[in-house]
C-alpha cells in the first residue's frame, strides 16, 4: 500500500471492524475475514514480541533509526495503525451510541443483542461437529461457563479495576477471533453497559478538556478506560495466542467451545432486561413484544451478514 486511496480504503475497514466489535453478537474477526485482511491482521499481531518493540522504541536515537524502521516494517506497524485508527473511531462512535440507547431503549437495544447473539449461535452451529464425547464435554463446558456467567455477573460482578482488566483483556483477544464477539463476552462480564458509559463519558470529558473544562469527567473515566486498553494489550498477547494453539492442536472441540459460549450468553441480555424491568416494575408480558420485534432485527442483520461470508472459510 502506497496511495493515499489505500490508506483510506484500509481506515474505513477499520471502521467497519470496530462497528462490529462494538455491537454484541457480531465478530470484528469475521468482517476481517469478509474483507480479506484476516489473514494480514493475525499475521501482524503475532509478528509483535518485546524484541521488535524495544527495537522501534530505540528509534528514538538517531543512531537506532534505520533499525527501528526495518522492526516497524517487520510488524507491518503502518498497516495495524491505521487499522486501529478506524476500529478505535468506531468503537467510539458506536459506544457512545448504545450508551444513549441504553439509557433510553434497553429493552429493545437488549432485545436486538439478543437477536444478534441468537442469529451468530445458529449459523456458527452448522461449522460445529459434536461427533465425540471429547467434542461434546467442550460444548457443554462452553455452555455452562457463558450460562452461569452470565447470571452472576449481571447481579454481582462490580466494575472495579481488576474485573475491568480482566474484561478488557478478554474481550480485546476475542475481537480478533472470527465468530467470536467481544462485545459479547463484555455482556456476559455484565461489563458492557457500563464500558460504554465509560467511554461515553471519557469522549465528552476530552472535548470538554479540550474546551477548558471536563477535567472531573476525565480524572473519573480515566482509569477505567486506560485499565481496559492495558487488560486489551496483555489479551492480545496471552489469550488470543492460547486459543490460536488450542485451534491448531484441537479445532473442532475449541469451536465446539466457543459457539456454546454464545448460546450460553444468550441469557445475559434477558437478564439484564429483568434487572430493568425490576428497577423500572414494567412486567416481562408488556415489554416481549418490543424486546422481541427488535431480535427479529437483530437477527435479520446477522443472516444478512452471513449471506455475504458463506463462501467464507473459518
Same mark, same amino acid.
Given at each position: 500500500m502506497t496511495g493515499l486511496r489505500d490508506w483510506v480504503t484500509l481506515y474505513l475497514k477499520g471502521v467497519a471492524m470496530g462497528s462490529a466489535d462494538a455491537v454484541p453478537g457480531v465478530s470484528g474477526g469475521t468482517i476481517a475475514l469478509i474483507l480479506g485482511i484476516y489473514e494480514r491482521l493475525i499475521t501482524a499481531v503475532t509478528a509483535i514480541d518485546p524484541d521488535r518493540l524495544k527495537r522501534v522504541l530505540a528509534g528514538a536515537r538517531p543512531a537506532n533509526l534505520p533499525d527501528a524502521r526495518t522492526a516497524f516494517r517487520e510488524v507491518d506497524g503502518a498497516f495495524l495503525i491505521v487499522l486501529l485508527a478506524g476500529i478505535g473511531t468506531a468503537v467510539v462512535a458506536v459506544l457512545s451510541g448504545v450508551d444513549f440507547l441504553l439509557e433510553t431503549r434497553p429493552v429493545a437495544t437488549y432485545g436486538f443483542f439478543f437477536g444478534l447473539i441468537a442469529a451468530s449461535a445458529a449459523v456458527l452451529f452448522g461449522d460445529v461437529e459434536l461427533d465425540t464425547p471429547r467434542r461434546k464435554a467442550a460444548a457443554a463446558a462452553g455452555f455452562l461457563v457463558a450460562f452461569l456467567a452470565s447470571g452472576y455477573?449481571?447481579?454481582?460482578?462490580?466494575?472495579?479495576?481488576?474485573? =475491568?482488566? =480482566?474484561?478488557?483483556?478478554?474481550?480485546?483477544?476475542?475481537?480478533?477471533?472470527?465468530?467470536?464477539?467481544?462485545?459479547?463476552? &463484555?455482556?456476559?462480564?455484565?461489563?458492557?453497559?457500563?464500558?460504554?458509559?465509560?467511554?461515553?463519558?471519557?469522549?465528552?470529558?476530552?472535548?470538554?478538556?479540550?474546551?477548558?473544562?471536563?477535567?472531573?469527567?476525565?480524572?473519573?473515566?480515566?482509569?477505567?478506560?486506560?485499565?481496559?486498553?492495558?487488560?486489551?494489550?496483555?489479551? =492480545?498477547?496471552?489469550?488470543?495466542?492460547?486459543?490460536?494453539?488450542? &485451534?491448531?492442536?484441537?479445532?473442532?472441540?475449541?469451536?465446539?467451545?466457543?459457539?456454546? #459460549?454464545?448460546?450460553?450468553? #444468550?441469557?445475559?441480555?434477558?437478564?439484564?432486561?429483568?434487572?430493568?424491568?425490576?428497577?423500572?416494575?414494567?412486567?416481562?408480558?408488556?415489554?416481549?413484544?418490543?424486546?422481541?420485534?427488535?431480535? #427479529?432485527?437483530?437477527?435479520?442483520?446477522?443472516?444478512? &451478514?452471513?449471506?455475504?461470508?458463506?463462501?467464507?472459510?473459518?
Open positions: 455477573a449481571s447481579t454481582a460482578l462490580a466494575s472495579s479495576l481488576p474485573v =475491568v482488566f =480482566v474484561a478488557g483483556a478478554v474481550a480485546v483477544s476475542a475481537m480478533i477471533l472470527p465468530g467470536v464477539s467481544g462485545s459479547l463476552l &463484555l455482556v456476559v462480564l455484565g461489563q458492557y453497559e457500563y464500558m460504554s458509559g465509560t467511554v461515553s463519558r471519557f469522549v465528552d470529558g476530552l472535548a470538554g478538556f479540550a474546551l477548558g473544562n471536563g477535567t472531573d469527567a476525565l480524572a473519573e473515566t480515566l482509569p477505567p478506560v486506560a485499565t481496559f486498553l492495558l487488560g486489551g494489550v496483555v489479551g =492480545v498477547f496471552t489469550i488470543a495466542h492460547a486459543v490460536k494453539y488450542a &485451534l491448531a492442536r484441537a479445532r473442532a472441540a475449541t469451536l465446539a467451545f466457543l459457539v456454546s #459460549l454464545i448460546v450460553g450468553a #444468550l441469557r445475559a441480555p434477558v437478564a439484564e432486561v429483568s434487572l430493568r424491568l425490576a428497577e423500572s416494575g414494567e412486567t416481562w408480558a408488556a415489554a416481549a413484544p418490543r424486546f422481541a420485534l427488535a431480535a #427479529l432485527v437483530g437477527a435479520g442483520a446477522v443472516l444478512v &451478514l452471513d449471506r455475504y461470508s458463506a463462501a467464507i472459510e473459518y
